[in-house]
């Protein structure tokens, strides 16, 4: 089956740590997003891909980093810079041609203490 | 800056009763509107879309209406079902390439 996967599911970091959360699909989507969730913030987009080894900053990219060297995966690291990074990350991908219908992935709950 | 308002955090419907849910944004280069639905520790689904051309578009129990003048959508679930007890997400495209902005969301609770 298509998807995309994220992993982990509930990730737990020390205050300062550097975490790198997965995001895998297997759409043959070209388009990848990363967008944090908080509660009463909605979605916020971090970063975003429409090309392998191309990305753009979001609203919210101050302290993450990504890369994208292969069409099927797009990290996402949350960097110690990052002043409060608890929260819920979110995955999605899209065929780039076509806008609407983000494929989105199950989450990582990061938590930092 | 918000470009996408929804300014209800929460509702609450009887089931088989009608589920409307609003959508206001600010940026007239948006051109394509979709709604998704949303469950606890789950990303979100897509539900239903509509561009910029159209005013209305149905799919099944779900309704989209667009009022490009008053930069307003809505979603309409008739009748409502327990079911459908979700957080919804507005969301809109055409400015910055295929990133979507999103609302903050409308918790919908659905009573028997």
């Known amino acids: 089956d298509g998807g995309i996967t994220q992993s982990p599911k509930y990730l737990f970091r020390k205050e300062g740590q550097n975490v790198t959360l997965s995001c895998e699909q297997n759409?043959?989507?070209?388009?990848m997003y990363w967008y944090r969730q908080d509660p009463g913030q909605g979605l916020r987009l971090i970063y975003y891909?429409?090309?392998?080894?191309?990305?753009q900053k979001g609203d919210i990219a101050e302290g993450y980093s990504v890369s994208r060297e292969k069409k099927e995966s797009f990290p996402l690291t949350v960097t110690s810079a990052q002043k409060n990074p608890t929260a819920f990350y979110l995955c999605?991908?899209?065929?780039?041609?076509?806008?609407?219908?983000?494929?989105f992935g199950s989450g990582t709950r990061l938590t930092v203490v | 800056d918000q470009q996408v308002k929804q300014n209800s955090p929460s509702l609450s419907v009887q089931e088989g009763r009608i589920s409307i849910l609003n959508c206001d944004y600010t940026n007239s280069m948006f051109d394509y509107f979709l709604w998704y639905k949303k469950y606890p520790a789950e990303g979100p689904t897509f539900l239903i879309s509509i561009s910029s051309i159209k005013d209305k578009n149905e799919d099944g129990r779900f309704t989209v209406f667009l009022n490009k003048s008053a930069k307003h959508l809505s979603l309409h679930i008739v009748p409502s079902q327990p079911g459908d007890s979700a957080v919804y997400f507005c969301a809109a495209s055409g400015d910055s390439g295929y990133a979507l902005n999103f609302g903050k969301g409308t918790s919908l609770l659905v009573t028997p």
């Open positions: 999605a991908s899209s065929v780039a041609a076509t806008i609407g219908g983000y494929t």
């Open positions: 891909s429409q090309i392998v080894n191309d990305f």
């Open positions: 759409l043959n989507h070209d388009a």
